[in-house]
């Protein structure tokens, strides 16, 4: 009953939040476009629901062929990031098209961060019961590590850094999201996510 439930909120939040949404990702399209020319979105193979492989659209926030010149993990002094990306990643608008996901059943809005397939391939008997639910938007990780980029930031290899500093906490949490799934535990998480991504943007305007 719950992922019943789980599944008719994300669609019926989706439908809700288009009029908003849609605006957003037009104006954005268009600035990424302009800016840096085409594709505008990015996709990106991921592991899904029982470890199947899925594409997971994002607005593509870094230079051409960026995973030819570097790894899959991010910091915030990539000298891949375009200008125009660093302002999208830091409001999380990035993330936005993902909600295309989510209405074709992919995603969910909260739930465990969906991998890249080789990253999965390591998970431990332990770490794959996060593969028993679909992946999210958004999780206790993703608000534990909103500042990810700013964490790898000044690492020689920001791949390594990743597995060091925020891998283990981050699969602890995905792990916990699993064990204690609740529709009171999904909207407590939307919740702080707002709260999170809120507080991040209003401290970088502060910032000088």
Known sequence: MYLLLKRSIDVLFVLLASPIVVPVIVVTSVAVRVTSGSPVFYRAKRAGLH???????KFRTM???AERVGGSSTAADDPRITACGRLIRSSKIDELPQLFNVLKGDMSLVGPRPQVLHEVAEYSEHERQVLLMRPGITDWASIRFRNEADILKGHADADE???LLIRPEKMRLAV???NEA???TDFRILLDTFRAVLAGVFSKRDTP
């Not at 470890?51 to 659209?57: E, K, R, S």
């Open 161 to 163: 850094a990743y597995r």
């Open 182 to 184: 609740s529709l009171l």
């Open 63 to 65: 230079v051409l062929d």
């Open 176 to 178: 916990k999201y699993v």
């Open 51 to 57: 470890g199947q492989p899925f594409v997971m659209y």
